[in-house]
């Protein structure tokens, strides 16, 4: 069986690696590497320990096929094993992301302030910036969808560490995109005086 990366359907692709078909997991591969390498990414920020977790995922995704049944997104389910990974891999590694840095996130944002000119790889690349424990629950809540109640037994914390270190992340962004908007306002000011 001959597989195309972009002409085979998400089911072919399934049959071919429930076969344990070569071409068929180098495709499914190639088809969802990129966008879970950024998901891997987001979680460890970085490079050769998010390709580690993409490895062990994928691994675990040609293992474990068989237990997607259909229901849902294919690629829903592959960013969950992913996901797993991913906090599998920083529970191993607990002292990566226990830092919380109190005094960093400011607790009264200024929102007023803040104006449409950030881009999404701005907004990405602060995310990134955020201290790990913020950052990791920030994640998993505003960009996988995870619940509170999720997020704690996955990370083995209470649902208010997890409430609490979301509402930090969030006041350290809104604190960032303050600055970002402030320091914006000030270059468009200086360019037309």
Known sequence: MNFNVFRASE????????????????????RFSS????????????????????VTAFTKIFERIDQFKGEGSFEGWI????????????RRNRSMYLETDL??????????????HLEAEDLMRMIQELPTGYRIVFN?????????????????????????????????????????????KRQIHETTT
């Open 11 to 30: 089911q072919e692709l399934i049959s071919g690696c429930l076969k344990r078909n070569r071409s068929a997991q180098q495709k499914l591969y190639e």
């Open 35 to 54: 966008k879970m390498y950024a998901l891997c990414y987001r979680y460890v920020r970085d490079s050769m320990e998010a390709e580690d977790i993409l």
């Open 79 to 90: 960013r969950r094993v992913v996901v797993n990974e991913a906090l599998s891999y920083l």
């Open 103 to 116: 005094e960093a996130a400011n607790r009264e944002p200024d929102y007023d302030s803040i104006g449409n």
């Open 140 to 184: 998993m809540y505003a960009i996988d969808g995870y619940s509170h109640k999720e997020i704690a037994e996955e990370l083995g914390i209470s649902e208010n560490t997890s409430k609490s270190q979301l509402s930090r992340a969030r006041a350290h962004l809104q604190k960032q995109l303050a600055d970002s908007d402030r320091q914006l």
